[in-house]
Structure formats: C-alpha cells, structure tokens
C-alpha cells in the first residue's frame, strides 16, 4: 500500500477535522434545542409538519442529532455516523424545503435550505474523504493494523 494512502496529508486531514467539526457542531447544537424548545423545534414542529408520532420521533431525531453529531467532532464511528446523519437531512429537506419550494418559490426556499445543503454536502464530503488523521476512527484504525 502507498505511503500516501496510509498517511494522509495533515493539511488535508486539518481540512477534514473542520468540517467535522463544522457539520458535527450543527447537528449536536440541532439536537439539545428539540429538547430546549419542544414547542418550536422538537415535538411541535414535527407535529406542525405531519411526522408521524411527534412524542417519539422528535426525541428520538434529537438523540441521534446529538450522538453522532458529538461522533462526527471526535471522529469516532465517523462513516455510521455520517449515514445517520444523512438519513436525518434527507428527511428534513423532503418535509420542510420541497414543501416549501412549492408554496414560497425557488429565492425563499434556497435561502432557508443554506444550512440544510451544506449539511448535507459536508456529510458527503466527511463519507468521500474519511475521518483523516486527527480522529478517533483514525487512532483506533493505526492501533488494529500495527
């Protein structure tokens, strides 16, 4: 195997570890306001939304939200994590922004999915590149293979 693929770059990998950051924060911070503001952000929202069963799927989109977002900061699980985490905005874009587009147009609804998209193309970029260097899947992966 390559030098280079078993030793990524530490400048890409400190690109990496801030998109990590950048993405994970997101969603962590996304997570605790379900529970801090149920009504507005949790189950009220849901329910405002048609989620199905609002008292158990807001909760549960909360604990996800913050599990693997803390994940995605550590870069532990970082690929599981990811996944959860795109299954989490795909469902957010599908029941928030297209609904949205169809009633408020193209301008209002792009400039409320900003967050949303970039979300999700960091999610495919940390899936596209790996955890690099500096995580924890990356420590634990080097302690396997020596």
Wanted: overall charge positive.
């Amino acid at each position: 195997m390559p030098i280079s693929s078993q030793y990524p770059s530490p400048r890409l990998s400190w690109g990496i570890l801030l998109v990590r950051i950048l993405v994970g924060w997101v969603f962590l911070s996304e997570g605790v306001q379900k529970f801090l503001f149920p009504a507005a952000l949790g189950t009220g929202r849901f329910a405002k939304i048609g989620i199905p069963w609002p008292q158990y799927s807001a909760p549960f989109v909360g604990v996800v939200e913050i599990v693997c977002g803390a994940l995605l900061i550590l870069g532990l699980f970082t690929s599981l994590a990811s996944v959860l985490l795109l299954i989490d905005i795909v469902v957010a874009i599908a029941t928030t922004k297209f609904p949205m587009l169809l009633k408020q147009g193209f301008w209002a609804t792009l400039n409320e999915a900003r967050t949303d998209f970039s979300m999700l193309f960091g999610l495919i970029a940390i899936l596209l590149m790996g955890a690099g260097m500096f995580s924890l899947d990356w420590r634990r992966n080097r302690s396997i293979t020596i």
